[in-house]
């Protein structure tokens, strides 16, 4: 089953959370009731469920299952770009001795002439994938690991 049928539940229908990777599931908060679907969502009770974009997300009608991004080693063209970053080692000391941001400016400005604002950590401009320090992308086409499960009772 696709998202588009995920949006067409009813209100009123039952669904209890059965896994959450973060934390342990408190019992009160376990079971619950979907009272609204938008196009970016559901409420359950008052809480509200973000969809994820399609392809972290998996409804087989009864079963909704939440992934996180799938991460990847950086491809050629991003090793590039780190590998030509601005590094300047005796602006990079003035600027922590004197509270300045010379450098943070230059790979700024470095970084968003090459399209690469996922250096920064953030998904800019409905970009897929974010870079973490690790050397490693985080990518939204990919499946990482399983982050929430719920399952539907009844509707």
Not at 6 to 26: A, C, D, F, H, S
Not at 122 to 133: A, C, L, P
Request: with cysteine; aromatic share 12%; charged share 35%.
């Amino acid at each position: 089953m696709t998202l588009a049928e995920l949006k067409r539940i009813k209100p009123g229908t039952k669904i209890i959370r059965v896994y959450n990777k973060l934390r342990e599931i408190k019992p009160e908060l376990r079971e619950g009731t979907i009272t609204k679907v938008q196009s970016n969502g559901l409420y359950i009770d008052k809480r509200f469920l973000d969809f994820p974009p399609a392809s972290l997300l998996e409804f087989d009608g009864q079963t909704i299952k939440i992934y996180e991004p799938g991460c990847r080693p950086l491809n050629e063209d991003e090793k590039r770009i780190l590998a030509n970053c601005p590094h300047d080692p005796k602006q990079e000391e003035i600027d922590m001795l004197t509270d300045g941001s010379q450098m943070y400016w230059r790979k700024k400005r470095y970084f968003h002439e090459q399209d690469a604002d996922w250096y920064w950590g953030k998904w800019h401009k409905g970009k897929r994938y974010s870079y973490n320090d690790g050397g490693k992308m985080y990518d939204r086409s990919m499946r990482g690991e399983l982050s929430l499960v719920y399952e539907i009772k009844g509707g």
